[in-house]
Nanobody
Framework: VQLQASGGGLVQAGGSLRLSCGASGDAFSRYVLDWLRQAPGKQRELVAIVTTIGGINYADSVKGRFTISRDKNTGYLQMNNLNPEDTAVYYC????????????WGQGTLVTVSS
C-alpha cells in the first residue's frame, strides 16, 4: 500500500478544507486509517481514526469540526470551522487492526489557517 496525501492549503479562520489520502493496491481496506498532524515546535498529534469496519474517533480538539471517512481506495478528512491552531502538516497513515505501529505513511500536506 502506498499513500498519497493531498488537499492542504491556505485558508482563513472559519473556512474549510478537505484532505484526501489516496491509496494504491487492494489491501487498503484491511488497514486502519489515521490522520495525524504536527504543528511547528509541537509533537505529532493523532487527529482522527477510521477503522476497517467504520469505527471512528476524534481528538477532542477537532470533535464537531472534522469528519473522517473512507472508501475503497481513498481516505478523507473534511475540516470545517478551521482556526489558526489547526495549522500543521497533516499526514495520513495506515496500520493493521489491533496494532499501534504504522505500516504506511503518506507524505505530509500543509494546512495553514490565517486569522
Amino acid at each position: 500500500v502506498q499513500l498519497q496525501a493531498s488537499g492542504g492549503g491556505l485558508v482563513q479562520a472559519g473556512g474549510s478544507l478537505r484532505l484526501s489520502c489516496g491509496a494504491s493496491g487492494d489491501a487498503f481496506s484491511r488497514y486502519v486509517l489515521d490522520w495525524l498532524r504536527q504543528a511547528p515546535g509541537k509533537q505529532r498529534e493523532l487527529v482522527a481514526i477510521v477503522t476497517t469496519i467504520g469505527g471512528i474517533n476524534y481528538a477532542d480538539s477537532v470533535k464537531g469540526r472534522f469528519t473522517i471517512s473512507r472508501d475503497k481506495n481513498t481516505g478523507y478528512l473534511q475540516m470545517n470551522n478551521l482556526n489558526p491552531e489547526d495549522t500543521a502538516v497533516y499526514y495520513c497513515a495506515a496500520r493493521r487492526p489491533g496494532t499501534s505501529a504504522y505500516a504506511y505513511w503518506g507524505q505530509g500536506t500543509l494546512v495553514t489557517v490565517s486569522s
